[in-house]
């Protein structure tokens, strides 16, 4: 049988050598995308289509984990792109750019009166924690779900080899939609937490008044609001979710689809915290880089002329519908489960006596990548996606849970697998 990823399988050999994990981002690697069965390397992208170097085509509801909301190679990004080009990516100067965008932002987001810049999500959610503890003068701090690479963050997870305990002793995670748990962390380290970090929304809706009861448990403890709108800003409202469920942090984050695949990411808030930043340390070399700026200005300008969340929701309905009514139909609702907003939907799979979410998962990906749809469990939708994209992967995952369902009514899920499966090692999120 000829492998449909032998390219992809030799690169993978090659990165392996010279590349830990063969990847530079942990959701792009062989943890989430089982060896053997899976595309590793990309060509090149357009729209709402990926093609691996095999030459396979995908229509790929991954998008960048969610940095491309407008579609690979908007027309208008790419103009914007390459005309600055022309003129320069980074100069010894600021440049007029960085005054446009941070313009847009603050007529944007609810809680913008000021901006900072960074490449990645990480370095704005980290300046923000930051922040909080130079204005508050206090050290702890609530999060609750993935916020990012650094110490502060990661060293509450299990993957946290090499954050010094100290570190990680000052932060504790509380759960979404359980004001109980921060309200205890609260009572835990009085007058000690400088922060609550959380995304506004990630696989679940917020509960009526949960947004809001954090909102008035920081304002009754004197802590710094922070909203981490990496994956939701620009994506469930033009403001962000702050302005779709009517609840105003001090301090928000923004990163992934703000520049449409280009890395930028941004600090905005209330302007008696954010002058701070201009004593607390957050400064480096690419901050300013104006391809990233330009990108940012024109998908920013389109997210607001044209009806790209609107869209990005309507679409996702019709594919959290479809694949609801099929999980109905082949009886899989129990091992199955959607959530999540339309525009960022996410399938979970559950273990339920012999059958493993694992094995499940991985049967899942082996099926769905067989017959060109590359995602990972979410559907990051595009504004790319067309109605027959749409078409194609319900057809795709009547196909695929019916093969799932067989599988696992036979005690079969394992057998069916051409690869390991994966290992339960690290989930961002559920
Ligand atoms: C909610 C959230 N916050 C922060 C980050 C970190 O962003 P980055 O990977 O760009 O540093 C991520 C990345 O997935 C994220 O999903």
């Known amino acids: 049988m000829v492998n449909p990823h032998e390219q992809s399988q030799n690169l993978l050999k090659r990165a392996l050598k010279v590349i830990p994990l063969g990847a530079q981002t942990f959701s792009k690697s062989i943890t989430q995308y089982p060896l053997g069965i899976s595309p590793h390397f990309a060509t090149h992208a357009r729209g709402s289509k990926i093609w691996d170097v095999d030459g396979n085509e995908y229509i ?18 790419i103009r914007a792109v390459q005309d600055q080009m022309e003129r320069g990516s980074l100069f010894s100067l600021s440049h007029p750019l960085e005054i446009d965008v941070a313009e847009a932002l603050v007529e944007m987001v609810p809680c913008a009166e000021m901006v900072r810049f960074g490449k990645n999500g990480s370095d704005v959610t980290t300046a923000a924690v930051r922040l909080s503890r130079a204005f508050t003068q206090r050290d702890h701090v609530a999060l609750c779900g993935y916020h990012g690479w650094q110490d502060w963050s990661i060293g509450t997870t299990a993957r946290r080899k090499g954050v010094p305990e100290p570190v990680s002793r000052l932060s504790h995670p509380f759960n979404y939609n359980d004001l109980d748990s921060l309200h205890h962390l609260f009572n835990s380290y009085p007058d000690q937490i400088a922060a609550v970090i959380l995304e506004p929304m990630s696989i679940e809706f917020p509960r009526d008044g949960f947004l809001q009861g954090v909102r008035d448990l920081c304002n009754r403890h004197k802590s710094v609001m922070i909203f981490d709108e990496v994956v939701t ?42 002058r701070l930043l201009e004593e607390v340390f957050f400064s480096f070399t690419f901050g300013g ?40 139909q082949f009886k899989m609702e129990q091992y199955i489960s959607l959530s999540g907003h339309p525009s960022w939907s996410f399938l979970r799979f559950h273990s339920i006596e012999a059958v493993d979410e694992w094995e499940m998962k991985t049967l899942f990906l082996q ?46 899920v394992a057998k069916r697998l051409r690869c390991e499966a994966l290992k339960p090692l690290f989930k961002l999120r559920g």
């Open 60 to 77: 790929d509801f991954v998008n960048a984990l969610a940095a491309v909301t407008l579609g690979y190679g908007d027309p208008d990004v």
């Open 233 to 274: 800003g620009f994506r469930l409202a033009r403001g962000g979710a702050q302005e779709l469920f009517g609840v105003t942090p001090d301090l928000a984050c923004f990163g992934k689809g703000m520049a449409n695949g280009f890395p930028l990411s941004a600090i905005v808030g209330r302007e008696e915290l954010m």
């Open 289 to 328: 880089d104006v391809l990233s700026l330009a990108a940012a200005r024109a998908t920013l300008k389109k997210v607001r002329n044209e009806p790209v969340v609107e869209e990005l929701e309507r679409r996702g309905r019709v594919v959290m519908e479809g694949a609801q009514r099929l999980l109905q």
């Open 367 to 412: 099926e769905v990548f067989a017959r060109g749809v590359l995602t990972i469990g979410t559907h990051n939708m595009s504004y790319a996606h067309t109605q027959g994209d749409l078409d194609r992967l319900l057809a795709v995952y009547a196909e695929v849970f019916s093969v799932i369902a067989e599988a696992v009514r036979s005690n079969g």
